[in-house]
């Protein structure tokens, strides 16, 4: 269960640190903002989904399964 702990703590890291980036990039894209930017940002958004969110969710779902499954309860 220790090891479940420090995966779930590194996880929420992870997430802070996501949150802080994209803090940042939403002040500086809106100091650029225009219709090619828009755009731009809407296809960095979600390569950002893909790439980033998608694989962190994997790993927590996988990591909740994982634990459910050794307290005998089932999703």
């Known amino acids: 269960m220790d090891q479940n702990a420090k995966v779930v703590q590194e996880l929420q890291e992870l997430k802070q640190k996501v949150a802080s980036l994209e803090d940042l990039l ?3 894209r809106k100091e650029k903002a225009g219709p090619g930017r828009t755009f731009m940002d809407a296809i960095l958004s979600l390569l950002f989904g893909l790439f980033v969110v998608g ?8 990591v909740l399964m994982i634990v459910m499954s050794w307290l005998g309860k089932g999703f």
């Not at 694989?55 to 996988?62: D, F, T």
């Open 26 to 28: 939403i002040t500086e």
């Open 55 to 62: 694989p962190v969710a994997v790993v927590v779902i996988g």
